[in-house]
């Protein structure tokens, strides 16, 4: 009888074993089931002990200093400095001097920030207890902006446009650039006219705040005469041509590369015909000179291509008497000397179409006639003809065929191409003339 209520009292014991019994279901910990085992199975004198305890627990469960399923509070996390660990803690919620408690190192992902982009430091801990979760925690890490390293500053061949770039020190690929036109004035004394050149400070002011002013000072000499000069926008809407605004234009005439945005590709058909420019400078832009542009202008002594245009071409008499023109050096793309270009130059001295005008096949009819100072000729094996009366006149021509007889198989001369003088270039018939 007496032990039969002792089991009662054992079996509220365990009763309240239950009410804690989720908790000790997922706490395999949680030891204290044993009690009830090890009590059933029981030496008298233990189990009288145990039922002793149990009486006092069936008694009063909450009050329990001794044995019991822990009924656990949520767990909390305390990071360490810098993440660099965390500590899980939980607290048993009958009795708080029930504590468990871990501390586990962080495992630190880092995804790095660029300049622009920020990047992340992914903090991870795991605890050896399973009931504790694990924990990440992600940093964000600033993107860390450009380095600019020092701009750099680069003109054009002529001063129209200036570029500045900046690096990145970071990363070489990170680049601002930006190409300005630059305006310029004139500088020191006097109030030199367009045509004479001047000191000119050419200046070139960007957008980009990072980007400083530019002032170059060089000497120009001879300005673009803007006023003098008249542009027409070509069929193809897309470029111009040039020819005087103002017949009385003179002195040095230097062509742009560009009007409005578009590049100056031709000089019009007696486009300065007959004016008293001295000097005319030419951009690699223009590819075409029309018939005559510069005939007759008696007082242009300097013809100047800045750098090589492809695919040249001349108009017939586009240097028809100009009679001060000692030298002139074509853009090498030209393969044609067409009729009476330079007919009546009777300055002009020296053509070389070896090193010079070198993919010439044809010199057209009457091209250099009556160039009385025209000495040296160097002539190419790449001519295919030329034509009649090409240095008709040319009484000091001294033609000089460079090459192989054979190479000059496929030459064909013109009636009169030569003076008379010269023995034999008449008459040519497939062999070395002279
Ligand atoms: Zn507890
Ligand atoms: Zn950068």
Redesign the pocket.
């Known amino acids: 009888m007496k032990k039969k209520l002792l089991m009662v009292a054992l079996m509220s014991a365990a009763m309240g074993l239950a009410s804690c019994g989720q908790q000790a279901a997922s706490s395999p910990e949680g030891s204290h089931a044993s009690v009830s085992e090890s009590t059933s199975q029981s030496s008298e004198s233990k189990e009288s002990k145990e039922s002793k305890e149990s009486k006092e627990s069936s008694v009063s469960t909450e009050a329990s200093s001794v044995a019991h399923v822990h009924r656990w509070g949520a767990p909390t996390y305390t990071w360490g400095d810098e993440h660099a660990d965390c500590t899980a803690k939980r607290v048993c919620l009958d009795d708080p001097t029930h504590v468990e408690e871990e501390t586990a190192t962080a495992d630190v992902q880092t995804d790095p920030a660029t300049?622009t982009e920020d990047g992340t430091a992914t903090y991870t801990v795991t605890f050896e207890n399973e009931a504790f979760e694990e924990q990440t925690f992600v940093d964000t890490l600033s993107a860390t902006d450009?380095d600019w390293g020092d701009p750099e500053y680069t003109w054009n061949d002529d001063y129209s446009e200036c570029t500045a770039t900046r690096t990145?020190l970071?990363?070489s690929e990170?680049i601002e650039t930006e190409t300005v036109k630059s305006t310029y004035e004139t500088a020191g004394h006097g109030d030199p006219t367009e045509e004479q050149g001047a000191f000119v400070n050419f200046i070139a002011t960007f957008e980009n705040e990072a980007f400083e002013q530019q002032i170059e000072l060089e000497y120009l000499d001879c300005l673009p005469a803007m006023s003098k000069l008249f542009f027409s926008l070509n069929e193809d809407e897309e470029s111009y041509s040039v020819s005087m605004n103002d017949s009385n234009i003179s002195g040095c005439v230097r062509i742009p590369k560009e009007v409005n945005d578009l590049p100056v590709t031709a000089i019009e058909s007696s486009g300065f015909f007959g004016t008293s420019i001295t000097r005319v400078i030419i951009p690699s832009t223009v590819v075409s000179i029309g018939t005559s542009a510069f005939g007759a202008c008696t007082a242009l002594e300097k013809v100047d291509f800045e750098g090589e245009a492809s695919g040249f071409t001349l108009g017939q008499g586009a240097f028809e008497n100009c009679s001060k023109i000692e030298r002139i050096y074509l853009p090498q793309s030209i393969t044609e000397i067409p009729y009476r270009a330079f007919k009546n130059c009777s300055k002009l001295d020296y053509v070389d179409f070896v090193s010079l005008l070198k993919q010439v096949t044809v010199i057209g009819e009457e091209a250099y006639q009556d160039c009385g100072s025209l000495k040296t000729v160097v002539l190419s094996t790449t001519l295919t003809e030329i034509k009649s009366r090409a240095f008709d006149g040319c009484y000091q021509i001294e033609p000089f065929f460079w090459g192989y007889a054979d190479d000059w198989a496929k030459l064909v001369i013109g009636e009169g191409a030569f003076p008379d003088t010269i023995a034999g270039v008449d008459s040519w018939e497939g062999t070395l003339p002279l």
């Open positions: 300049c450009h990145c970071n990363d990170h």
